[in-house]
T-cell receptor, first 115, second 109 residues
């Protein structure tokens, strides 16, 4: 298994442009998480899905951010329009949830730079 | 509200010295605590969880509910321990994690 797959690995864009980040979770995992990592705030949970349904999006910074999970093997995080303060590393993670916590497996991240 | 505090951004120690990475949490219920590690050019991965009470790569962490702490310790640091370490908390029965800001551990030779 290749683990959680994210694309692109690096993205450089100009302010105002739309950015779409992609994630493929580990097969069989039913929870998917999007995180943002910055030096100032560390690792912040943006949104998570359980069985393709968004459960908690309280971490999504504002309406410019949206996330979808159309099926069990694919999710997107979209920023429209992008701003320089969105520059960060965005991680996707997945887990298989049961009655108690299950380990989250992280992707390699997408480093986003907004000029 | 759930909160995790890691007071040190950077901890620098010499090889062979003891290491303690601090983590304090805020949660009204019974939490589950974890340490995740990110080595250079590698993915973030689980290091250990408090319910397992295990030692991984020489690291241990004890949950102290009185002090609401979950400090990560190792008696003798090795250069390969250099990495970013995140403390994380999960509420009862939940699968959502709240992470601290992270601590960079640098082990010097």
């Amino acid at each position: 298994d290749a683990g959680v797959i994210q694309s692109p690995r690096h993205e450089v864009t100009e302010m105002g442009q739309e950015v779409t980040l992609r994630c493929k979770p580990i097969s069989g995992h039913n929870s998917l998480f999007w995180y943002r990592q910055t030096m100032m705030r560390g690792l912040e949970l943006l949104i998570y899905f359980n069985n393709n349904v968004p459960i908690d999006d309280s971490g999504m910074p504002e309406d410019r951010f949206s996330a979808k999970m159309p099926n069990a093997s694919f999710s997107t995080l979209k920023i429209q329009p992008s701003e320089p303060r969105d520059s960060a590393v965005y991680f996707c993670a997945s887990s298989r949830t049961g009655n108690s916590y299950n380990e989250q497996f992280f992707g390699p991240g997408t480093r986003l730079t907004v000029l | 509200a759930q909160r995790v505090t890691q007071p040190e951004k950077l901890l620098s120690v010499f090889k062979g010295a003891p290491v303690e990475l601090k983590c304090n949490y805020s949660y009204s219920g019974s939490p589950e605590l974890f340490w995740y590690v990110q080595y250079s050019r590698q993915r973030l991965q689980l290091l250990l969880r408090h319910i397992s009470r295990e030692s991984i790569k020489g690291f241990t962490a004890d949950l102290n509910k009185g002090e609401t702490s979950f400090h990560l310790k190792k008696p003798f640091a090795q250069e390969e321990d250099s990495a970013m370490y995140y403390c994380a908390l999960s509420g009862q029965g939940g699968n959502k994690l709240v992470f601290g800001a992270g601590t960079i551990l640098r082990v010097k030779s």
